[in-house]
């Protein structure tokens, strides 16, 4: 859970101009996304931003809003399976997590579980985690309630 504070206090993407190196950046990320997707033989769905999600449990009708306090059981991962962090019922406001869980976890409804896929400008972006910078961020998620 050493990371987990680093996703309630990471600033929110916002609508800065993209240099050429975020766009290359964006475009390995969704390419590494979409060889992992196909090499696991995996049924994701892609939100417009590029975030890929993957629903093994739907859970309940009702989703989340960015407003809602979650409580989830997560394990995140490189895509190379290192893990960087894990948590057991964890419950924060959606509002204060990296964008890619804000994207993310209203795909699923309460019960719900699944795999998030995040291009790192969704995620850490160039700061480091688990000692890598630019990395795409893959998640177990479990979404307990809200």
Known sequence: MKY???LMVLPLVTGCSKSTSTEDQFATDIKLIED???ARGLNASKTPDGIYYVIEEPGSADKPKITS?????YKGYFL???SFDAATKAKFPLYSVIQGWQIGIPKFGKGGKGILLIPSKYGYGTSPV???TSAVLA???ELIDF
Not at 69 to 73: A, D, N
């Open 36 to 38: 992992y997707i196909s």
């Open 139 to 141: 998640f177990d998620i």
């Open 80 to 82: 190379d399976g290192v």
């Open 69 to 73: 306090q979650v409580t989830v059981t």
């Open 130 to 132: 688990g000692g890598r």
């Open 4 to 6: 987990f504070l680093l």
